[in-house]
């Protein structure tokens, strides 16, 4: 079981990016991809999860409206569209994925791919 995380980078406030998780190893069909961010000297937070078997999101509040999480199950791949970025969402950036609900809880999650940063400049 393997993920791969992407698409991190430095980007002025009110850009945007795109991160990518790819997945391997497992049919993912029943499982929850997450998305957590963690900010240096800050516990790791939720940011957004996706079923792989229907289109059934959730967000956290912060980010609602400005971030949206998609999967190409084609590509064995989950996006987390970013934009209208704001310093405070500078972070490393980790996918995840579990066979739970939807959930917004770390621990519940078993797999985890390395992070990739983002940095928002103001």
């Known amino acids: 079981v393997q993920l791969q995380a992407s698409g991190g980078g430095l980007v002025q406030a009110g850009g945007s990016l795109r991160l990518s998780c790819a997945a391997s190893g497992w049919t993912f069909s029943s499982y929850v991809m997450g998305w957590f961010r963690q900010a240096p000297g800050k516990e790791r937070e939720f940011v957004a999860a996706i079923r792989w078997s229907f289109p059934s999101t959730y967000y956290v509040d912060s980010v609602k409206g400005r971030f949206t999480i998609s999967r190409d199950n084609a590509r064995s791949t989950v996006y987390l569209q970013m934009s209208s970025l704001k310093p405070e969402d500078t972070a490393a950036y980790y996918c995840?994925?579990?066979?739970?609900?939807?959930?917004?809880?770390?621990?519940?999650?078993?797999?985890w791919g390395q992070g990739t940063q983002v940095t928002v400049s103001s």
């Open positions: 995840a994925a579990g066979r739970i609900p939807l959930s917004n809880k770390d621990y519940e999650y078993d797999y």
